[in-house]
């Protein structure tokens, strides 16, 4: 029987949120500390735990037939590969950054300069796409230190809050790429090792939408009914019961995150009562 390799970063941002990811389609492993590979217990799943960076490398040779990585790190090594879903989570940007003092007005302040990277690929695409000929300068860690220790003019490199910047008299002027986290897959797996990517998959979407959703329950006047049908939509509608105090009704929805506080208000104006937010585990099909 064919078993899957999933590839994962063994330690860092990417790690925790991959792993309660494959938790909570229901597959069981026990991750150890220094081990290299674990076996899932109930699905044909293997982990190989690696650096991120070498993450689409092996995914692209074959040694695992899925990994889950940064967009940046993917379309950096260019490997081929095929992106099967955007699993949202380890969200950042490649930035070009600046100390605050440069009077920074454009891409052209940068001609001639200097840049500090561990993304020298995705950055010569970049600047060679805006004609802008700068010199970058290859380093694999604490790129932010770069200009202050007079090594380069600018950086280019990830950031998320900004904090960091910040912290090192930077300040953000172009953002190159938007990454998050991927799921790929090597263009030449078998037949069997498809079917398994394909049931993964369906247990991977079925978590990520219930993710995005709350189930809602709540009690409203019957005289208002068709106005709380209008504003929540539920999977096709919302499904309505009477309640024992005649008048009234309980209603149940399913709302995306995104409308959510928005119904909320709603629902609150036009006098529902006792409204239950609840998450949801999975959403199938
Ligand atoms: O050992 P290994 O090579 O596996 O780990 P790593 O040190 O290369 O990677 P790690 O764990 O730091 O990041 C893994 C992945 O997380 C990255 O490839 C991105 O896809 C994603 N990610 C999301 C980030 C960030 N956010 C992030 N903020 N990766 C790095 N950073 C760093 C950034 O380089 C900078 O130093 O955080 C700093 C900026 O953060 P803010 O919040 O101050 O802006
Ligand atoms: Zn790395």
């Known amino acids: 029987m064919s078993v899957l390799r999933l590839a994962v970063q063994k330690k860092g941002r990417l790690c925790e949120a991959s792993l309660d990811l494959i938790k909570a389609c229901g597959i ?56 099967v879903e955007n699993l949202g989570f380890a969200p ?40 802008v000929e700068a010199d970058i300068h290859e380093i694999s860690g604490s790129v932010e230190i770069a200009p202050a220790i007079g090594l380069t003019d600018a950086i280019c490199d990830l950031v998320s809050s900004g904090s960091t910047l910040l912290h090192n008299n930077l300040k953000e002027v172009e953002t190159i790429l938007h990454s998050t986290a991927l799921l790929t897959a090597g263009e030449n797996l078998t037949e069997e090792k498809h079917a398994i990517l394909d049931k993964l998959l369906v247990r ?26 209008r504003i929540l939509p539920g999977m096709k509608s919302p499904t309505i019961m009477p309640l024992a105090e005649k008048g009234w009704s309980s209603l149940h929805s399913v709302v995306h995150e995104d409308d959510f506080w928005n119904i909320v208000e709603q629902l609150d104006q036009l006098g529902a009562q006792g409204i239950l937010v609840t998450p949801i585990e999975k959403i199938m099909y």
């Not at 076996?39 to 040694?63: C, K, Q, S, T």
């Not at 950054?97 to 995705?122: C, H, M, N, Q, W």
Request: aromatic share 10%.
């Open 204 to 229: 991977i979407r079925a978590v990520q939408r219930a993710k995005k959703h709350k189930y809602i329950l709540l009690n409203a006047p019957d005289s208002k009914l068709a106005d709380i049908v």
């Open 92 to 131: 950042c940007r490649l930035s070009i950054a600046v100390p605050a003092t440069f009077d920074y007005r454009g891409l052209k302040d940068l001609e001639g300069k200097t840049i500090a990277t561990s993304y020298p690929r995705i950055l010569k695409d970049y600047l060679e796409e805006h004609a």
């Open 28 to 83: 069981d492993f026990n991750a150890r500390a220094q081990q290299l590979t674990a076996p899932a217990y109930n699905f044909p799943l293997e982990f190989f735990f690696l650096r991120d960076d070498d993450i689409p490398g092996y995914v692209h040779d074959g040694v695992a037939d899925i990994g889950i990585v940064g967009r940046n790190e993917v379309e950096e090594k260019g490997y081929p590969l095929r992106i």
